[in-house]
């Protein structure tokens, strides 16, 4: 049994920009969500703000960066950091402790 991957189940995964990481191992991350409107058909944009931990703080402000559901973690945190989607292309993937 070595080498055993933990298997979540299906989880919502978001990705989104780092507007804030001010907070000690959290982050805030803006999703948008394009949708068209039901009456006027025009392409509407709207955004969410997620409250997601990221244990070893290696998101920084301007990050892209994927996070996916999970537990509450405190009242507002529902979210985890997944991994960081720079702009340039590369993946930065959190460590494991």
């Known amino acids: 049994m070595a080498e055993e991957t933990q ?15 001010k907070m000690q191992k959290t982050i805030v ?5 394009r949708f ?4 006027f058909k025009k ?7 997620f409250y997601a931990h990221d244990e070893n703080q ?4 301007g990050d892209l960066v994927q996070i996916q559901e999970t ?8 979210w985890r950091l997944v991994q960081v ?7 930065r993937t959190p460590a494991k402790n």
């Open 7 to 21: 298997v979540r189940g299906h989880r919502k995964e978001r990705v989104g920009e780092v507007i804030s990481a």
């Open 43 to 49: 392409v509407v944009r709207s955004f969410n703000k």
């Open 85 to 91: 989607l720079n702009a340039d292309g590369s993946v």
């Open 29 to 33: 991350v803006k999703v948008e969500r």
């Open 58 to 61: 290696t998101a920084k402000v």
């Open 71 to 78: 537990r509450p973690l405190s009242r507002m945190k529902r």
């Open 36 to 39: 068209q409107h039901p009456v």
